[in-house]
């Protein structure tokens, strides 16, 4: 593969996460309107999203410095890719008040239990490690959002 593809393949894909995490900032920050009685653990789940899609535009700096140390991992961009269509469609949905409470975290919560973020780690492959502990950064912090919203949900239900 010439060096110019490589490049695009990698930079497409880690463009894309960019999105999803901006995107999902700005879903939370909506969820923050929703639920104005959690609103400061709903913007503080959207200022992490800001933070990982920031982790993105690192890691796509260090992408474009040096594109032989890094290889597309074991993802499926269409998978992304639908994800990130698929919050749009929500933000839209919110926005124009079509929407269910209840399902606005449900949806929330099938994101984080995504495939698409639980396996974050396996998207790109580089030889140094700087990449994974940006990476278990983001994982962590996806592990407590979905605990957050395991527990609202239960919370909302009684």
């Not at 609103?39 to 890691?59: P, R, V, Y």
């Not at 700096?61 to 991992?73: C, D, R």
């Not at 984080?112 to 790109?124: K, M, P, R, T």
């Amino acid at each position: 593969m010439n060096s110019d593809k490589h490049l695009t393949e990698l930079t497409s894909m880690v463009d894309l996460f960019v999105e999803l995490e901006t995107s999902l900032e700005h879903y939370y920050d909506l969820c923050a309107k929703i639920f104005p009685d959690e609103k400061f653990a709903w913007f503080g789940i959207a200022t992490q999203e800001g933070i990982h899609a920031k982790i993105f535009k690192k890691l796509k700096e260090e992408i474009i410095k040096n594109p032989n140390k890094w290889q597309l991992g074991k993802y499926n961009y269409t998978a992304l890719k639908t994800m990130v269509d698929t919050v749009h469609d929500k933000l839209k949905e919110i926005k124009e008040k079509r929407y269910v409470a209840k399902s606005v975290v449900s949806f929330a919560k099938d994101v984080e239990s995504s495939l698409v973020e639980s396996d974050i780690v396996n998207a790109f492959v580089s030889e140094g490690s700087d990449y994974i502990k940006m990476v278990n950064k983001i994982v962590e912090e996806t592990d407590e959002h979905k605990e957050f919203m395991t527990r609202f949900l239960t919370m909302y239900e009684s």
